[in-house]
């Protein structure tokens, strides 16, 4: 089994998610990872899916998916992959001192702190959020949020620019 991330560029309208969720589901693709936000051009939204399978499937994904919208692999090594997580951690008075000096290590920071708990964020790969996630598993880890992947690619050969007549140049 591999993962392969795609961008999708697609018109901000009604149903275009639903439309993209769909086709997995009714060809039994398994998606990972599903983001989407907007861009620098409102009307058109950026969507990033995580696809897993092997290499017949995954090729078919990206045909078929492509048949609907415009779409492009990011490639592992010419694109930067980022992901969010918040993680709410059960702490008394003695355990807050390792929990912090953990999140230290990672860059991780703690945007909330409860009389029993603390929220810590943390950004980076997924190999980065999983290796957090262990050092963290002596501790009661009471509720986890994670976004998903996001990605774009390095430099500026595969930008994708947009028209005054909504045309995407890819």
Known sequence: MHKKAFQLIVDNTSGVLSRISGLFSRRGYNIESIT???TADPRFPRITIV???DDEILDQIEKQVGKLVDVRE???DSSVFRE??????????????GIIAVANVFRAKIV???AESLVIE????QSKLEAFLNLLSGYEILELARTGIAGLTRGV???VYIDEEDNKNL
Do not use: H
Request: aromatic share 0%; proline share 3%.
């Open 74 to 76: 990011l490639e592992p």
């Open 122 to 125: 943390v950004t980076g790969s």
């Open 112 to 114: 909330d702190v409860g």
């Open 84 to 97: 969010l997580a918040l993680i709410k951690v059960r702490a008394n008075a003695k355990e807050r001192e």
């Open 157 to 159: 050969d595969r930008v």
């Open 36 to 38: 989407a936000g907007v």
């Open 51 to 53: 696809a897993s399978g």
